[in-house]
């Protein structure tokens, strides 16, 4: 749990932390593409993803990219310490990248660049900003060029979503909680994270005995940096999205002020819960919000089919690290059960 946001992947409306990654962005950068580096592959990958678009000049590698009075420092060398700096991450930025392309090749997909700028002219509509201006908050703040955006975070994400080729359904169900998500009431409450269960039982214990030193007990002891450093202070819990399904139900299971939860186990981390109250909710008529709670709905459905496709097309690539060592066999099905075969090699030769 790195993050708060590892449990709670709420967003406020407004936030430009939120901006940057909202809609269907977020899943192409939670799925870990990573888009950041762009070579294209071929010349169908590289129209699909605007690489027409002027770039800088690149020495080649028979030309020394700088000179110190006399001596030079060869393309070869600075190569040399990119890959030892950078390597492992623009590797799997390529591969990714690659099961991409390959997978739009296979199916005869395409993405045009009209397709691309549409679809930043609806995003940046969308927060009120011109194109231009989104394009120098997002330099800015995330270091994205343009060209980098259009062709690194854009295409992959349009490539995936024809990929998955599925229409989205919104039933009245997701509604109902979309509502209650968006103007329902909200749990208040501190968090406490650990990482083993015997260290969680073992301070359990101790905040049974002084729930009021709660707070205190998450500054010296939650191994979640940034809510211990607010005393265990996280966003108020939804009802049905944002935070880890277990947590939510712990959530709002509490009623009294002070109370503790039960130890909530959140992937491979122990979380304990301190129940500060509810928000007041918002009262809106169903039929004045069903435009926008559906729009929001399906870019969250979007999100979903498009991590699903990217994660489907890795489980059955063949794909083998010779940088990091790392090989991994495409899923396998046998006896009904779907197996991951995988083979690490390490510096042993193991």
Not at 252 to 257: C, R, V, W
Not at 330 to 340: D, I, L
Request: aromatic residues 6%; hydrophobic residues 35%; charged residues 30%.
């Amino acid at each position: 749990m790195q993050e708060t946001t590892s449990l709670h992947k709420t967003s406020k409306r407004g936030n430009r932390g939120t901006i940057l990654v909202s809609g269907t962005l977020i899943a192409i950068l939670a799925a870990g593409i990573g888009m950041q580096v762009w070579r294209a592959e071929n010349s169908k990958a590289a129209e699909q993803s605007n690489t027409a678009a002027a770039t800088a000049p690149v020495s080649t590698p028979d030309k020394p990219v700088a000179r110190v009075n006399t001596q030079s420092i060869s393309y070869q060398e600075l190569a040399r310490e990119c890959v030892e700096r950078h390597g492992r991450e623009v590797l799997d930025n390529v591969i990714n990248r690659t099961l991409i392309q390959q997978a739009c090749a296979d199916a005869g997909v395409s993405v045009s660049v009209d397709e691309v700028n549409r679809k930043i002219v609806e995003i940046s509509k969308k927060f009120g900003l011109p194109v231009d201006q989104w394009e120098k908050m997002l330099l800015a703040e995330r270091g994205l060029s343009p060209i980098q955006y259009r062709r690194d975070v854009i295409w992959p994400m349009l490539a995936l979503e024809k990929l998955a080729g599925k229409e989205v359904t919104i039933t009245q169900k997701m509604m109902r909680e979309a509502y209650v998500d968006n103007y329902g009431p909200r749990v208040k409450a501190r968090m406490m994270v650990l990482d083993n269960l015997r260290r969680a039982q073992e301070y359990y214990e101790k905040i049974r005995q002084a729930p009021d030193e709660f707070e205190n007990f998450v500054r010296d002891y939650s191994t979640e940096p940034n809510s211990r450093a607010l005393g265990g202070t996280v966003p108020p819990i939804r009802q049905y999205s944002g935070a880890h399904e277990e947590l939510r139900k712990a959530a709002f299971k509490m009623k009294t002020p002070g109370e503790i939860s039960g130890i909530i186990q959140v992937d491979h981390q122990y979380v304990i819960l301190k129940f500060e109250g509810r928000t007041e909710p918002i009262e809106h008529d169903l039929d004045d919000v069903k435009i926008q709670l559906d729009q929001e709905l399906r870019e969250r459905e979007v999100q979903k089919m498009v991590a699903t496709t990217f994660d489907d097309l890795k489980k059955r690539a063949r794909i083998d690290n010779h940088l990091t060592g790392e090989s991994k066999a495409p899923v396998t099905q046998a006896s009904g059960t779907v197996t991951e075969g995988t083979g690490v090699q390490t510096a042993l030769g193991q």
